[in-house]
């Protein structure tokens, strides 16, 4: 995974809401979550699946591999 790829997660802990930023992207998460490690899951997931980490980052072979920032 590129550095510009680095993966970070802001929670909000009243609104329960995630927001993922990707490089210079960011991707507020669909649903509310009740934990910062659920979020992350979620997050993880997002990247793997909707934004195509799953063919772009060779190294990893899971969803839960890449590496996510806890903001």
Same mark, same amino acid.
């Given at each position: 995974?590129?550095?510009?790829?680095?993966?970070?997660?802001?929670? =909000?802990?009243?609104?329960? $809401?995630? !927001?993922?930023?990707?490089g210079d992207r =960011?991707?507020?998460?669909?649903?509310?979550?009740?934990?910062?490690?659920?979020?992350? !899951?979620?997050?993880?997931?997002?990247?793997?699946?909707?934004?195509?980490?799953? =063919?772009?980052?060779?190294?990893?072979?899971?969803a839960s591999d890449?590496?996510?920032?806890? $903001?």
């Open positions: 995974m590129r550095s510009e790829e680095n993966l970070q997660l802001h929670f =909000d802990l009243l609104s329960h $809401r995630a !927001l993922l930023s990707c =960011d991707y507020v998460l669909p649903d509310s979550y009740p934990t910062k490690e659920m979020a992350r !899951l979620a997050a993880q997931k997002f990247a793997w699946e909707t934004l195509g980490l799953k =063919d772009r980052a060779r190294e990893f072979t899971q890449l590496p996510v920032w806890l $903001r």
